[in-house]
């Protein structure tokens, strides 16, 4: 076993930084194209570290993701023919993981699409069948009564699965042809004038993004039978991706012996807001098509899934919060105590994050098996124009918990969606994956 861990050791840390950084990556690759996800991990960078690890384990694995947002690890293990597990607290995730990962032929894609846009070109009605506050803002009239011709033809879909894929094509619509910019994550209205003058349709851009969505899941499930992984429709491994807030608990009984994870990197607030990403889509997508357990009301403001996502809340007194997580962590209070007044009140934000981020940790741990691997992408950022080390306090939480880390990488994300430069560090255009392995 330690010959053959020091081997793997070895060649993972001999992954070429080409192949780290994505540089000849193909931003329309499967993984990435269905929707444009914020912060998506590269399947390609995490393939050969996979590979690596599924060596180790026997190539008999479990995966899990505790916050699987495009679900490429997911994917990238369902390649390999993993089981897989992976739960996010964005209910668009959950809906864009679900198409991700079932089986679509596809001849039953073409005939559904025939029939939508059949029923989208004979619909004569005007009528919008959407309304929420504000939607006037966020929407032109034309694209209103657009996107509800879209609604009613998938609505009419008999197959649930059917309907998911398609929400999801209209879910990219959406992003492509509301009045929101597609330049940053954050709800940020176009201006009037571009409003005015963008020749935009709804039903157009569906044709074109059901055709290519259509061909590019089509292509990776190829993969998955040439691998071997589907046989009669069917993958033969288990997968399951469900909602639900890691910070409070996993909802699976499963054990995983390989954890893949890259989390947020700070509240979503102030780093990438993916709940207001996610807010316009919403609003169009039957929550019941997508999961009945989802317990958060998140059409009712824009922000709601970003203040219920890590480190978004002010739960408990910070000086208690501060006690508990500068003794798991010298790099967490070095960096907070340095500040004083309202720069102290700001870094009291990092303090509220990585005590989610722990609490998570304690929710995963006790679902890894003895002697599985953890692999964390993790990137600094900037607070009061200071860098909050993610990576060390990381390691730090895990060390104060018995967990070692086995090796590590570094890399270039310029691959990477993320918001401009503010409230990111220098640093933060360098990523590290933390390989870590539990040992007891
Ligand atoms: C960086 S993304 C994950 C990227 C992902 N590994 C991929 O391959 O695309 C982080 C995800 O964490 C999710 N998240 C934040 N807080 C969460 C929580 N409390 N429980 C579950 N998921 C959460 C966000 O919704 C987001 O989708």
Redesign the pocket.
């Known amino acids: 076993m330690a010959i053959l861990e020091r081997k793997i050791k070895r060649n993972i840390k001999s992954i070429s930084s080409e192949v780290l950084n994505g540089t000849n990556y193909s931003r329309s690759d499967f993984a990435r194209s269905l929707l444009n ?5 590269v399947p390609s960078v995490q393939e050969p570290i996979i590979e690596e690890l599924a060596e180790v384990l026997n190539n008999e694995v479990s995966l899990l ?9 997911l994917v990238t293990g369902m390649k390999y023919g993993m089981n897989v597990f992976g ?4 209910p668009l ?1 959950l809906l864009l993981s679900q198409v991700k990962t079932s089986y679509y032929s596809k001849e039953e894609l073409d005939e559904a699409e025939a029939r939508i846009i059949n029923h989208i070109n004979t619909d004569q009605s005007y009528t919008v069948e959407i309304n929420f506050t504000n939607i006037d803002k966020w929407f032109t009239k034309n694209v209103q009564i657009d996107l509800s011709k879209i609604f009613r033809a998938i609505s009419k879909e008999s197959i649930i699965r059917i309907r998911k894929f398609f929400w999801i094509v209209l879910a990219e619509v959406i992003r492509l042809t509301s009045n929101d910019r597609t330049s940053t994550f954050k709800m940020h209205m176009r201006s009037l004038e571009d409003i005015k003058s963008r020749e935009v349709s709804a039903i157009k851009t569906f044709t074109s993004i059901s055709k290519k969505n259509i061909k590019n899941i089509s292509d990776y499930i190829t993969i998955l039978v040439q691998n071997g992984h589907i046989q009669n429709g069917k993958y033969l491994k288990e997968i399951e991706v469900v909602w ?4 409070k608990e996993i909802r699976t009984d499963k054990s995983f012996n390989l954890l893949v ?4 990197y700070g509240d ?1 607030q102030t780093t ?1 807001t ?2 207001q990403f996610s807010y316009l889509p919403l609003q169009w997508i039957p929550v019941h098509d997508i999961d009945n357990s989802i317990d958060i009301n998140y059409l009712e403001n824009a922000q709601i ?1 970003d203040t ?3 480190g978004g809340q002010a739960r408990s007194n910070i000086k208690d919060l501060e006690e508990l997580m500068f003794n798991k962590s010298r790099s967490l209070k070095k960096f907070v105590t340095q500040f004083k007044d309202t720069e102290r009140k700001k870094a009291e934000k990092v303090t509220r994050f990585i005590y ?1 981020l722990n609490k ?1 940790i304690d929710n995963m741990l006790p679902k890894m098996e003895k002697d599985s691997f953890m692999v964390w ?1 993790i990137g600094n950022r900037n607070v009061n124009k200071q860098i909050v080390q993610n990576d060390l306090i990381l390691k730090e939480l895990l060390a104060s918990k018995g967990v070692k880390i086995f090796t590590n990488l570094e890399r270039e994300i310029l691959s990477k969606r993320m918001p401009g430069r503010n409230n990111f560090s220098d640093t933060m255009s360098k990523e590290k994956i933390l390989i870590f392995k539990k040992t007891e």
């Open positions: 996800y914020p912060a998506m991990m993701d505790p916050f699987m947002g495009a679900s490429n690890t739960q996010d607290i964005n995730s639900g807030d890691t910070n994870t890259s989390p947020p979503n990438v993916y709940g899934i219920k996502s890590l989610d998570s992408t």
